[in-house]
């Protein structure tokens, strides 16, 4: 599973069983995020959850760096049990929007943050999988 964390909304994708294909899952309000994991994590089995680090062109933190440092740090307390791991998310987002392109979605639809924040963590987690697996990404 992967999360891209952000201070408003947090795109979620999950992958198949094999772990071959991420894929988009839905984007939950910030302040939904533990009741959503909650109900999802005691119907599914997640043996790790990857989460977007914030990093900026320069290698620093950005304005949302500490909100998900502090975001990681209750995942992990929270569910001991489950793996969690962090991966850099710069140009997600304009990844994201380069494949609504490439994907034929019309401009309307492309304004739809929600939808760049679902396929940001899709692309989150596509890229651990891929580094995991020894691939160069």
């Known amino acids: 599973m992967a999360i891209d964390y952000g201070l408003r909304r947090i795109g ?3 992958t198949d069983e094999l772990q071959l294909i991420a894929t988009g899952l ?6 939904l ?3 959503f994991l909650e109900t999802h994590l005691s119907k599914n ?3 790790c959850i990857v989460v977007g680090k914030p990093v900026g062109l320069d290698g620093l933190a950005t304005d949302s760096t500490q909100a998900t440092a502090n975001f990681v740090a ?3 307390k929270k569910y001991p049990a489950i793996q ?3 991966l850099n998310e710069m140009f997600t987002s304009k990844l994201a929007k380069q494949a609504m392109i490439h994907g034929g979605m019309k401009k309307k639809d492309r304004r ?3 939808m760049v924040d679902q396929i940001s963590a ?3 987690l596509q890229d651990y999988m891929h580094r995991k697996d020894g691939g160069f990404a």
Do not use: F, Y
């Open 33 to 35: 995020i533990w009741q």
């Open 45 to 47: 089995v997640v043996d």
């Open 74 to 76: 209750k995942l992990k």
């Open 84 to 86: 969690v791991d962090e």
């Open 122 to 124: 899709t692309i989150i």
């Open 12 to 14: 979620i994708a999950e």
């Open 26 to 31: 839905t984007t939950v309000d910030n302040n």
């Open 112 to 114: 739809n943050k929600a």
